[in-house]
């Protein structure tokens, strides 16, 4: 994959990594760019593609994988680069291209067409491996791919490491509610601030997160007066505690594939309200959950929303989350390295 600078899909390779080497596997990460924000020191091999240039990252990895194959024997290839492993000259016959996001949906929605047949043109005839149901959909409907075999497989997730970091102290000086995300356009800060200045509460919003648009969405919480309520906290390595200790997590995305800070909140035993986006949150929150979905791009029926689930707390059933630990996950990688 590309690097490891923290956000979610980057936290999935590295877990699926630890996961994998935890139950005996011999695994190896490769990265094109040697970032790491996330900490990977548990993980016993790293290699970083080596060279300036993507001809000479190519080539890096071309040698990689075929010193590996060559010593070890690659039982299982995953990749979330087409043009990378095309131009290596592996065998892709033992490689699955994971898609951690709705591609079609959002190229389509911003008429990003050249990229959107680029991307339709390198998944044809390939083994893909979605991470949601609604990825697969949004494969299938909107980018309208001809795969060789197409699997979905949820991103594993610890639930008793989740659990123990979640303990961890943490200082807390308001009640509030809390967002986790990177601050890119596709996750509506914007809906959640002007939702958020709309209530009537005492509680305080906590912003955790990086990105782009994170200076727009300061400047709108000036525009609105409600400096003193709400706090960008910035990237953290262990959120769970924060979520842990929240009212709520609350999350107001435009579109999502399967996003970890509900899975992890529900982990966690933490009530979470979202925004019910195409992909993703309706397929977590289900039964009795739905009643904490709410439409998407409405500032005022997200803060109604958010006045309801106050009041109406849940502990989430470990029904809920169990299809996601790594138990189960874990099991359907291993079946694709037995076929």
């Known amino acids: 994959m590309r690097s490891l600078r923290g956000r979610g899909v980057e936290k999935s390779y590295l877990d699926l990594t630890l996961m994998f080497q935890e139950i005996g596997f011999d695994v190896h990460l490769i990265l094109r760019e040697d970032v790491f924000v996330l900490d990977a020191s548990n993980v016993t091999n790293i290699h970083i593609l080596q ?30 680069n087409v043009h990378f492993m095309e131009k290596s000259g592996f065998d892709l016959d033992k ?42 959909k949004d494969l299938l409907d909107y980018l309208k791919i001809k795969p060789s075999k197409l699997d979905v497989i949820y991103d594993p997730y610890d639930v008793e490491k989740i659990q123990k970091l979640a303990n961890k102290p943490m200082q807390k000086k308001h009640e509030y509610i809390v967002h986790v995300g990177a601050f890119d356009k596709i996750k509506r800060h914007d809906i959640l601030i002007k939702a958020f200045a709309l209530l009537d509460t005492h509680l305080h919003l906590y912003l955790i997160g990086e990105g782009k648009e994170k200076t727009k969405i300061q ?25 842990k200790q ?56 997200l803060a109604q929303k958010i006045t309801w689930a106050l009041s109406n707390p849940i502990t989430p059933a470990k029904k809920y989350y169990q299809r996601f630990s790594k138990e189960e996950v874990l099991g359907k990688y291993i079946s694709l390295i037995k076929e």
Not at 219 to 241: A, R, T
Not at 266 to 280: A, E, K, P, R
């Open 95 to 136: 490689c699955y291209f994971s898609v951690n996001m709705s591609w079609g949906y959002r190229l389509l929605k911003r008429l990003r067409l050249k990229k959107y047949f680029q991307i339709k043109k390198e998944y044809k005839n390939k083994q893909i491996i979605a991470v949601s149901k609604g990825v697969k």
């Open 246 to 301: 929240a009212k709520l997590t609350v999350l107001s995305s435009q579109s999502e594939a399967l996003p970890r800070v509900i899975i992890e909140s529900l982990i966690i035993g933490t009530t979470v309200v979202s925004t019910d986006c195409n992909f993703g949150p309706s397929e977590i929150l289900q039964d009795e959950l739905k009643n904490y979905l709410t439409p998407v791009n409405n500032p005022k029926k």
């Open 51 to 80: 060279g300036e240039s993507e001809e000479e990252k190519i080539s890096s990895l071309s040698e990689i994988l075929q010193r590996l194959n060559h010593e070890k024997k690659i039982d299982l290839l995953i990749s979330s």
């Open 219 to 243: 400047d709108l919480v000036k525009k609105l007066g409600i400096e003193s309520k709400v706090h960008f906290l910035g990237w953290k390595s262990n959120p769970y505690p924060y979520i």
